[in-house]
């Protein structure tokens, strides 16, 4: 069928539901997509060569995942799928500053549009019906603070700081010394800016560094939202650093996007374009590397479609400042912002994606034995302290 516009116009889904039309430019564009779906898809979109024909691109990329999920993989294919993988995850420290700079040293603007006032970067905490996204973002540094079971005092590490706004949050709200560590240049300049401004200079330290370099012992470690990049040949040796950096009687807090289906392969227009070098991990491969280390996994709670209301309202934001972007940095860098977002999006709704929470001791006697502690003291963003 041809469009009004002279484009072809194609259904996409495997069955009456879910599907989405979209209009083709051409045959050519057709055919690209054909020779490698999971690279071009989102490539020739990038390139204005379909676009819904409803104008919603999270439809058809509802309709995407559908069709993927129907198409099964032989045991051969996903032991090939995995291979190649491995291969693409072996992240130096000189390969992870590369990996990191592609996409967190861009435009502060670009994320602060987007983003929550305190910069957050990763999957908020919906703990109540009708929160905003800033709530959302508190209350998930909140429950983080609940799960590390701070003391004023505390020594933590923050492994991948971001802008540092969970480092700033522990330090004014619970009395402790945080270290961050980051790899990005640019996050590292706006973070020790945004911790001069807040005056936390004393209690907040920040630093151009590599997880496999720091030294120190420390009452508590967290990572949110950086595992993504350290890829599976590194697990070991990322999980044997937190039990080195750890106290005897430190916590450990591992936030990290994972799936709900056993191990599998990153999709290689996101490893392109958006996050060289990463994976998604199943649980049994963090468990697996968490167990070879010693590490006690004391808590493992799982976040279902709270990063799709998350990704959903920094689409909603991103749209609201388009024009802006497009100006600055072109049509072709907005459209794959917008199919890197939607996508991601489509992936919790839909797909496989959830977000993994893994509290990990070397001393198992160390919390409480129940999750109570987690939910009592809890005011206004701060927590009351609870003794095991």
Known sequence: MRSARGGAVWTLGPGEEPRAVIEVRDASVLTSILR?????????????????????????LEAGLALINSVELTPRERQLMKLRGHIGEINSPFSSRRNVAHHYDLDRELYAAFLDAGLFYSCAYYREPGMDLEAAQQAKCAHIAAK???RPGARVLDIGCGWGGLAMYLAEHHGVHVTGITLSKEQLAVARQRVNERGLDSRVELRLEDYRLTEGRFDAVVSVGMFEHVGRPQYPKFFRRVRELLKADGVALLHTI????????????????????????????????????????SDL???????????????????????????????????????????????????????????????????PYTRGYLYRGVVDGARASVEP
């Not at 490698?36 to 104008?55: Q, S, Y």
């Not at 799982?302 to 799709?308: G, V």
């Not at 072109?330 to 994606?353: H, I, K, P, T, V």
Request: glycine share 8%; net charge negative.
């Open 258 to 297: 994972g799936r709900s289906t056993p191990p599998g392969f990153t999709n290689p227009w996101i490893r392109k374009h958006i996050f060289p070098g990463g994976y998604i991990p199943a649980a049994s491969e963090v468990l697996e590397a968490i167990e070879a280390e010693g590490l006690v996994v």
């Open 148 to 150: 590390l079971d701070l």
């Open 301 to 367: 709670e799982i976040w279902r479609l709270h990063y799709a209301w998350t990704l959903a309202e920094w689409h909603r934001r991103f749209q609201a400042e388009r024009e802006l972007f497009r100006a600055r940095f072109g049509e072709r860098f907005c459209r794959m912002w917008e199919f890197y977002l939607q996508a991601s999006e489509a992936s919790f709704r839909w797909g496989d994606l959830v977000v993994f929470h893994f509290q990990l001791l070397r001393d198992q006697t160390r919390l």
């Open 36 to 60: 490698n779906p999971a690279l071009r898809f989102g490539e020739t979109f990038m390139e204005g060569g379909w676009n819904p024909v409803d104008g919603s691109l999270l439809s058809v």
